[in-house]
């Protein structure tokens, strides 16, 4: 992967086409490689508790998008 765990507030200044590391569930930066060994990577995200093999590479507003639809699923 070509993107950087980040903290949130890094995703509010800079570069419109940089790409974050996101949680493919809740859209957080917080997401964290658990493992890694020969069948690849697995990460786990402390917001949403997802685990699994898959993550996002996005731009500030793909991980805006992510995050605002999260949030509306969780409330309604």
Same mark, same amino acid.
């Given at each position: 992967?070509?993107?950087?765990?980040?903290?949130?507030?890094?995703?509010?200044?800079?570069?419109?086409?940089? @790409?974050?590391?996101?949680?493919?569930?809740?859209?957080?930066?917080?997401?964290?490689?658990? @493992?890694?060994?020969?069948?690849?990577?697995?990460?786990?995200?402390?917001?949403?508790?997802?685990?699994?093999? @898959?993550?996002?590479?996005?731009?500030?507003?793909?991980?805006?998008?992510?995050?605002?639809?999260?949030?509306?699923?969780?409330?309604?």
């Amino acid at each position: 992967m070509t993107g950087e765990n980040v903290e949130k507030e890094d995703l509010s200044g800079g570069d419109d086409e940089k @790409l974050f590391m996101v949680c493919p569930v809740c859209g957080s930066p917080s997401i964290y490689q658990a @493992l890694g060994m020969i069948m690849g990577q697995h990460y786990k995200c402390p917001e949403c508790n997802y685990s699994g093999s @898959l993550v996002i590479e996005g731009n500030k507003e793909m991980v805006k998008e992510i995050r605002e639809k999260y949030k509306e699923k969780k409330e309604g």
